[in-house]
């Protein structure tokens, strides 16, 4: 029997790897011979870089950049042939900064623009960038800033590929600011600014260029660095898991397998609106390959089940504290158990 395992991030408790090792153990513990594909992965965000890597190889280079704050630190990006793949949430993320210091009125995405500007300068000409999990919403001003700060010029040839599965615009009470910036540290007031500052950043851009990206799928994305990525840098947007599952030959690992194990920290409703594992789901439907998902918190199972997953599993017992639960060593134990139990 051969299982696929393709397991998101369980966000503050598990990298993708993580949850997916922890799952395979559990199929092991029922069927020790069996045949069992794991397969880390991201929707652009967290995990990106280290998906890619593990599905095509290549070289990590680490940069020195400026944190969304502007104090110096090294970020990485890979580096596999003429193509580099730039995880913004390591020179941009708001995981770089504490609570308290989040301010998307400050924050800058200066550090992306200075991975692009080396990419460039290694000879790269297909560039994916990964956008998710930013501290910003500067409308992608600050990479621009870097990339006119280098003095590279950015030649006609180069190819960029933002990936994310965000639809926003740029602008407006579905735009970044008005979406996004909340979880960033934006007060109801810096929401306003920041919406009246894309708007007026777009509008002046779309007079220079004679063309306007703000409404393109993806323009929204990471506090609007997408559409500085769309109308800058003539970006293509994809859904970050359409190119990742594309990348690693997904559909041909599908045409022998048994059953897909997928999963994420919480599954609901929203995870049919274009997450990973409905992605995956999506996917394995064509070859008739069962899909169960597992997830640390579950909500609208009867949706889910609907949807066409073929189980729906919470790891975690109803009376377990949610600070238990999200420790590392209680989430890998209940992963295992659960995949364990689904194996019978």
Known sequence: MKFIVAIDSFKGCLTSAQAIHAAAEGIFARMSSA????LPVSDGGEGWLAAFRTVLGGEVKEVPVQDPLQRPIVAPYLVKGDMAVIEIA????LTLLREEERNPLLATSYGTGQLVVDAVCQGCRHIIVGLGGSATSDCGIGMLDAISDSGV???DDIHFTIATDVTNPLCGEHGAAHVFAPQKGATPAMVRTLDDRARQFAEMSAKRFGYDCQYQQGAGAAGGLGYAFLQYLHATCRSGIDLLLDAVGFEDHLKDATLVIT??????SQTLMGKLP??????AKKYQVPVSLIAGRVNNQ??????GFSRVVCI???DLPTEEAMKPETAIRNIQRA???MMS
């Open 302 to 307: 009867e949706e889910l089940l609907s949807a």
């Open 35 to 38: 045949e069992v594909l794991q």
């Open 90 to 93: 390591k020179a941009s993320g």
């Open 263 to 268: 999963g994420e920290g919480a599954a609901d």
């Open 316 to 318: 975690n017992p109803p």
């Open 278 to 283: 409905f992605g995956i789901l999506q996917r």
């Open 153 to 155: 010029a950015i030649p």
């Open 339 to 341: 995949v364990t139990s």
